[in-house]
């Protein structure tokens, strides 16, 4: 009951704490950009929650090979980004040979999220602050379902930050900041931080 426990934590803990868009601030043009359409949300979801899930994994694998830590640190970079590299791939040549209707359907959502700064971010994060194989695997999840969720958060706004009634100044990019810097100091709130003052 402990380990389900402490499971449950760390996955509320990524979801909500280390959402990598509100209290890192990474992958908010990705954020915007999906958000403008709701229909992309739940494909967008699937695609970044495996992507992040998977090369969580490979990451943990990659820390045990080549000891990402230490003077070695300096190539983690290149690391994280040749595993993306591969699980993209990987995944594209999987899609397109096995599932071909499901490629055609899901390829635009691989492509935004494989390649945007909250994947790569979150490499940096999760093997930062986890030790264990399952630490990995339920940061990796939490990640990417903390980043619909922020996905999910400002697509409830969207068509009225973008609306008539909003000054044009103010209108469309510059409320959107302003929205998500709210948001990120609630998140930031949350995160126990405001305790340490």
């Known amino acids: 009951?402990?380990?389900?426990?402490?499971?449950?934590?760390?996955?509320f803990t990524s979801v909500i704490v280390e959402?990598?868009?509100?209290?890192?601030?990474l992958g908010t043009s990705t954020l915007i950009l999906?958000?403008?359409?709701?229909?992309?949300?739940?494909?967008?979801?699937?695609?970044?929650?495996?992507?992040?899930?998977?090369?969580?994994?490979?990451?943990?694998?990659?820390?045990k090979i080549f000891d990402l830590s230490g003077d070695s640190y300096i190539y983690a970079?290149?690391?994280?980004?040749?595993?993306?590299?591969?699980?993209?791939?990987?995944?594209?040549?999987?899609?397109?040979?096995?599932?071909?209707?499901?490629?055609?359907?899901?390829?635009?959502?691989?492509?935004?999220?494989?390649?945007?700064?909250?994947?790569?971010?979150?490499?940096f994060i999760i093997s930062k602050y986890c030790e264990t194989f399952t630490d990995y695997l339920v940061n990796g999840i939490g990640v990417g379902l903390?980043?619909?969720?922020?996905?999910?958060?400002?697509?409830?706004?969207?068509?009225?930050?973008?609306?008539e009634k909003v000054p044009y100044s103010f209108r469309g990019f510059p409320l959107m900041m302003i929205y998500i810097g709210i948001l990120s100091m609630a998140f930031w709130g949350f995160s126990g931080h405001i305790a340490n003052y």
């Open 1 to 11: 009951m402990e380990i389900i426990k402490n499971i449950l934590l760390a996955a």
């Open 34 to 63: 999906v958000a403008r359409n709701r229909k992309n949300i739940f494909g967008f979801g699937i695609s970044v929650t495996y992507i992040t899930a998977v090369v969580s994994v490979l990451t943990y694998f990659a820390g």
């Open 146 to 163: 903390g980043f619909v969720l922020a996905v999910y958060i400002t697509a409830i706004v969207y068509d009225r930050i973008y609306s």
């Open 77 to 123: 970079p290149l690391v994280y980004i040749l595993i993306l590299g591969a699980v993209y791939i990987l995944t594209l040549l999987g899609l397109w040979r096995f599932a071909v209707t499901l490629f055609v359907k899901i390829r635009k959502y691989i492509h935004m999220s494989a390649f945007n700064c909250a994947v790569l971010g979150a490499m």
């Open 19 to 25: 959402n990598t868009i509100f209290s890192r601030a």
